[in-house]
């Protein structure tokens, strides 16, 4: 814990390779909160665009926590970054197995369909995504992005711009980012 306090510490006054190296010193004493010292790692990487770099150390700790849903939510997201369609799979397929995770697994592949719905202007799969967004909400009413998505379809698609606000507060309410 004292190795991640000082890798916050280093990282808030610039230092982030000397953040870097404490993390990875508490990463590497493989104590309970393992899992803390990476996320912190992982957080750091994927704010200098170094995706790719998080991809085999959440794969190595994810082997000793498997059912971690916040290092499967980040091995998910680096996996989307990068385009690692397989570590993708694996890790959408950890987290529905796992208790609270199946609400940000379908999240996370609804986005990945909106999105690609979007550049191919294809309705059909910004239905199916839309419809996952609904399921989710169903499962719980806690996360930001379903909101944010029925929030910019209303927009998008209808031109329902009041409608759309209601939405985009919903999710502002749950995550103000």
Known sequence: MVLRKRAGS???SGDIDGALADLQMAMDLGMADTPDAVLAWVR???????????????RQTLVQFPAHVALLTAYARASVRTQDREAYEEALTKLKATEGGRPLALVMEAEVKYEQASARQDQALRDEAMTMFEEVIDLTDRLATP????????????????????????AIARDAD
């Open 44 to 58: 750091i990487q994927q704010n200098n665009d170094r995706w790719a770099e998080t991809i085999p150390v959440l």
């Open 147 to 170: 909101f944010y998505y029925r929030g910019r379809y209303l927009a998008e698609k209808q031109r329902a711009f009041k409608d759309a606000i209601v939405e985009y507060d919903k």
């Open 10 to 12: 280093k990282r808030s």
